[in-house]
């Protein structure tokens, strides 16, 4: 039981990770979309 729990909060930081990058990379396109609109 304690390897399954184990693993399971390993896989939710990788998905947590995963996540993040991803939401960082959308702000970067969408700071670049605003700024291309602006200027």
Do not use: P
């Not at 390993?10 to 605003?34: D, H, I, N, P």
């Amino acid at each position: 039981m304690a390897d399954l729990d184990a693993a399971e909060q390993r896989s939710q930081r990788v998905t947590y990770g995963f996540g993040a990058a991803a939401g960082v990379v959308l702000l970067v396109l969408l700071c670049l979309l605003c700024s291309r609109v602006i200027f």
